[in-house]
T-cell receptor, first 115, second 113 residues
Framework: DTAVSQTPKYLVTQMGNDKSIKCEQN?????MYWYKQDSKKFLKIMFS???????INETVPNRFSPKSPDKAHLNLHINSLELGDSAVYFC??????????????FGPGTRLTVL | KQEVTQIPAALSVPEGENLVLNCSFT??????LQWFRQDPGKGLTSLLL?????REQTSGRLNASLDKSSGRSTLYIAASQPGDSATYLC????????????FGGGTRLMVKP
């Protein structure tokens, strides 16, 4: 039983394209997140989202946008892809959001390569 | 702005050795600290979570300590095994909105049989 799943696992695309990465969690959690892990393996938060608030890391370009059709899904849309967007993107979820000290559960990652 | 540093960046030890991984953070106003394990090509697995009011947490052969005032945490692995080989990541959650984590760069551990 996969707790947090992401599709696709690998994504190769051309500069300038628009792409989406999907994330689903079956844990009944309220809050979901997107992280980016760059080539130097540094993990950085991009978004935190639940049905009440979207928190955006100020360093994230507005070409990136999270979309949540329901509580179990948080998809990541990326417009006008650039070479520097190449990275591994991780989705995560936790039971609660602000004000709670919950463990975050991570998906397997999506390796995005922009050519 | 919170910064998290992990030392060493890489570590290679023979099987059976006890070892310590270090994590330091610049802003001591944290909510909690979490240690993760990442295997190559895989996602992150949470190992231990220490609340800001706690000094340590234990799970099996793993023991994590937290000294919030000095901005330090250690992950102690007893009797290391080849299966412990992975990258270990430390992350802190600041007293801010969103439950967002700030990660260190990780320690890549290799345990040789």
């Amino acid at each position: 039983d996969t707790a947090v799943s992401q599709t696709p696992k690998y994504l190769v695309t051309q500069m300038g394209n628009d792409k989406s990465i999907k994330c689903e969690q079956n844990l009944g959690h309220d809050t979901m997140y997107w992280y980016k892990q760059d080539s130097k393996k540094f993990l950085k938060i991009m978004f935190s989202y639940n049905n009440k608030e979207l928190i955006i890391n100020e360093t994230v370009p507005n070409r990136f946008s999270p979309k949540s059709p329901d509580k179990a899904h948080l998809n990541l849309h990326i417009n006008s892809l650039e070479l520097g967007d190449s990275a591994v993107y991780f989705c995560a979820s936790s039971r609660h959001g602000s004000g709670f000290a919950d463990t975050q559960y991570f998906g397997p990652g999506t390796r995005l390569t922009v050519l | 702005k919170q910064e998290v540093t992990q030392i060493p960046a890489a570590l290679s030890v023979p099987e059976g050795e006890n070892l310590v991984l270090n994590c330091s953070f610049t802003d001591s106003a944290i909510y909690n600290l979490q240690w993760f394990r990442q295997d190559p090509g895989k996602g992150l697995t949470s190992l231990l979570l220490i609340q800001s009011s706690q000094r340590e947490q234990t799970s099996g052969r793993l023991n994590a300590s937290l000294d919030k005032s000095s901005g330090r945490s250690t992950l102690y692995i007893a009797a290391s095994q080849p299966g412990d080989s992975a990258t270990y990541l430390c992350a802190v959650r600041d007293n801010n909105a969103g439950n967002m984590l700030t990660f260190g760069g990780g320690t890549r551990l290799m345990v040789k049989p």
